[in-house]
């Protein structure tokens, strides 16, 4: 007599499929899974911790630790949250650079994105595809900041650097041959019978529930819902540009898939009006914080196992209320925000990073549950997560 | 509607609830005392005008220092038809850290929560699985409270794990290959 049981496995913390160091502990009755369970943190540093502890400049470039695929969008994130938060107003040139820096990134992780996916789902021949073509953005990021993965370019109040003639040459050419590869990937895998198999109908959640849990990006406008920050609440100079929101109807693996190559098409177009309208002046606004800004009072309280407090600075009346703000854009993940609480010193009180990738690692088990033990890859891959940020 | 607006309706309803709004940079806080916060936020959620569907981010504060309100329970809301926000802050003392959970009105909270009290300790009544999110859960201590020291020579408070790897460090250098 054959008896049925449940078996509880482990996928992860290391496998190659969970993009990261995310495991879950999976209860499988045969091939379906009955529950999953995501543990994450394994690559928690502390960010928000160690921010409080530094100035607003110096917690920049800890900000690129968190998204490593997309790392110039987490600078262009904190930048804004903090202009809006101290007032700064960045040259109009600035605002250009950093838009089209932030489509190049959503280019870059977006090939990231299917490569990998596309990896996982058994279509090895787009992985080296796009591992070519991101070399090539990161070529270009090489050629304004010298840096290809942590760039830390953008600043507070506009960007470090201007770009030269040769970037704007090679970043135009780029805009003009990159449709083509766009239309490689889609040969390869868009009307592929193993790619529609294993993508069509899974991972569906319908766009009530995308909304109710807090999904973003394209995985929320996989399900119809035409949300973005970029629209919403316009940053840099996304306002005085032209392009659409792809969205997609059926909401499952498929459509999110097509939604994002429909996105690298649109980042095209913007990247083109970009540098066609882009115009002279500044790079750096005039009110930008420098790095030797003074790093504040002492907030450590008496008793505190952190030492001592300074004489003479113990009753130090703070600004009542403090200031804070929610600022937010769209990543190529989702919606990045910065919530910061801001009580008058260099340093901020309290900042918050709402990372798109651990609310879209929350919706696993809404995802995975009912499914087959091998559709769990393809909604890690739909779901476009890094756990550098998830951790944060 | 505008932040503004909203927060007078909020005012108008729950009076009694509504601590202080505060406007900056074109976004309003509405501090509310926590007795209250479910009604509010199933007001602001269902109420069609309102209609605030999605829960941005929820995340806790310390003010270390203040007697009767130490914590503070930050919610930011958005509307996806409506595309407006509001910020609601429900105060939470350091006797009595615990407060509703709202994972029923917005499941995304879920996550959110157990963050909040994985980082500050406060417990979220009603929550369906509060454990520990990022930290190990044998982790002793709330690590974003303001008394939490940033660095440290913990002595015999350190944390366990790392005493082990420690341990199997020791051990293993008798295989070493000299």
Known sequence: ?392 | MTPVEISELLKSKFQSAILATVEFGGQVSVTINKAKLLDIMKFLKNSPELNFDYLVDLCGVDYLGRKNDRFEVVYNLRSMNHNHFIRVKAVVPENDSTISSVVDIWAGANWHERECFDMFGISFMGHPDLRRVLMPEDWEGYPLRKDYPLKSDLGEHEWKGYKEVVETAERNKQYEVR
């Open chain 1, 1 to 392: 007599m054959l008896k049925k049981k449940e078996l509880s496995i482990n996928m992860g913390p290391q496998h190659p499929a969970t993009h990261g160091v995310l495991r879950l502990v999976l209860d499988l009755d045969g091939e379906t899974v009955v529950k999953c369970t995501p543990h994450v943190g394994y690559l928690h540093r502390g960010t928000e911790k160690l921010s409080e502890n530094r100035t607003y400049p110096m917690a920049l470039p800890l900000t690129d630790r968190l998204d490593y695929v997309s790392s110039m969008c987490n600078n262009i994130g904190y930048c804004v949250a903090v202009e809006r938060l101290l007032g700064i107003e960045a040259p109009s040139r600035a605002k250009y650079i950093r838009t089209i820096m932030a489509e190049l990134t959503r280019i870059a992780n977006h090939i990231v994105w299917i490569a990998t996916h596309a990896l996982d789902i058994g279509a090895m021949t787009v992985f080296l595809y796009g591992m070519r073509d991101r070399e090539w953005i990161l070529d270009l990021y090489e050629m304004v900041c010298g840096a290809r993965l942590t760039v830390t370019y953008p600043r507070i109040g506009g960007v470090r650097c201007d770009v030269d003639n040769e970037f704007i040459d090679s970043c135009y050419k780029f805009a003009e041959d990159f449709p083509k590869r766009i239309l490689e990937y889609e040969t390869l895998i868009d009307q592929n019978r193993i790619w529609l198999q294993r993508t069509v109908g899974i991972g569906v959640i319908s766009a009530e529930d995308a909304i109710n849990w807090g999904l973003t990006g394209p995985t929320l406008r996989g399900s119809g819902v035409a949300y973005d920050v970029r629209k919403a609440v316009p940053y840099d100079a996304y306002d005085q540009i032209d392009f659409d929101v792809p969205v997609g109807k059926n909401c499952d693996v498929y459509d999110r898939y097509r939604c994002r190559m429909d996105e690298l098409r649109q980042s095209v177009r913007i990247i083109k009006q970009c540098l066609d309208k882009m115009p002279d002046g500044l790079v750096l606004s005039t009110d930008a914080p420098g790095y030797d800004i003074l790093p504040g009072k002492p907030r450590v309280m008496p008793g505190h196992p952190m030492g001592e407090i300074m004489p003479g600075e113990e009753e130090d009346p703070k600004k009542e209320p403090f200031d804070e703000l929610y600022s937010a854009i769209e990543v190529p993940k989702g919606e990045l925000g910065f919530y910061f609480i801001n009580d008058g010193t260099a340093k901020p009180y309290r900042m918050h990073i709402r990372a798109p990738s651990f609310v879209h690692a929350s919706v696993l088990p809404k995802l995975s549950e009912g499914s087959l033990v091998a559709d769990v890859i393809a909604n890690i891959g739909t779901i476009d997560i890094v756990l550098g940020e998830c951790d944060r």
